[in-house]
């Protein structure tokens, strides 16, 4: 069975965030992931993982202005020491945490700035950071994300993400696989994923089209877990959903040993 990771910015969301450590690990989770951790202090963090002894596997770097609507400044024009600034940031809270790496969203294309543009950015800027992340050993992830959830998002597709993946050609820069937003985008998950296992960092789950826990919905889960282990996957599956009602309540279908 694959190794799950709780994912503290959807689960949990009974309790404040510092808390939702504490409910994991009680839950039986061994691992957490999280979206943006900066608004805590990166020391409060480490203690909030080692106290309840877990790790955190992924973090994203910061997606710009989110209140205003931004959802990642990589493949926006003009951004571009702000985005170097937010890969230092990044790194800083990655090193003390021991994450063993990162998301980095594409951002939303403006209008009057064309997409091939922002794509020569984009590309830029994840070599960049890839380059940097990869002097601490630590992996960078990029995932396709779906229009109907981020209108104007650059990167939608599991094929253009490995594309630029393999031209990039940065041993540590892999593609996160979200089968919520890759069912929703293009479906064949389980050939993709099985073509594509080598350059894929970090998998996520939600049932579709709700993106409530992994036992509902159009996809079929246990189909997908049985294949991972079949094909040998090694890293992490985040449990990237909205629990239904109380988070503990929806749990019956992890494994007993998460
Ligand atoms: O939304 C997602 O699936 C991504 O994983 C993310 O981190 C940005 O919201
Ligand atoms: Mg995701």
Same mark, same amino acid.
């Given at each position: 069975m694959p190794k799950f990771a709780a994912n503290l910015t959807m689960m949990f969301?009974?309790?404040?965030f510092l808390q939702r450590f504490a409910a994991a690990a009680k839950a039986g989770f061994t691992a957490v992931e999280f979206l943006f951790p900066y608004e805590s202090d990166v020391q409060q963090l480490a203690r909030c993982l080692s106290e309840n002894h877990l790790q955190n596997v992924l973090f994203n770097l910061p997606p710009g202005d989110w209140l205003a609507g931004?959802?990642?400044?990589?493949?926006? +024009? @003009?951004?571009e020491e702000e985005f170097k600034a937010s890969v230092a940031l990044a790194l800083e809270y990655a090193r003390v945490l021991g994450t063993p790496r990162l998301h980095v969203m594409a951002g939303i294309v403006p209008d009057g700035i064309s997409r091939p543009h922002c794509l020569e950015t984009y590309c830029k800027n994840i070599d960049y950071a890839a380059k940097e992340l990869g002097q601490y050993g630590i992996d960078l992830m990029i995932e396709p994300i779906n229009p109907r959830d981020? +209108? @104007?998002?650059?990167l939608n597709s599991q094929a253009e993400a490995h594309a630029i993946r393999k031209m990039l050609g940065r041993d540590n820069l892999k593609v996160q696989m979200d089968f919520y937003h890759a069912q929703i985008v293009e479906g064949d998950l389980s050939t993709s994923l099985t073509n594509n296992l080598d350059g894929i960092g970090h998998i996520q789950i939600a049932s579709v089209p709700a993106r409530n826990e992994p036992d509902d919905g159009e996809i079929n889960y246990p189909y997908l877990f049985a294949l991972l282990d079949k094909l040998g996957y090694q890293g992490w599956v985040g449990c990237e959903y909205r629990p239904r009602g109380k988070t503990e309540d929806g749990l019956g279908w992890l494994p007993k040993s998460v």
């Open positions: 969301n009974e309790v404040p931004e959802r990642g400044l990589a493949a926006l +024009p @003009g951004r981020m +209108p @104007g998002y650059l």
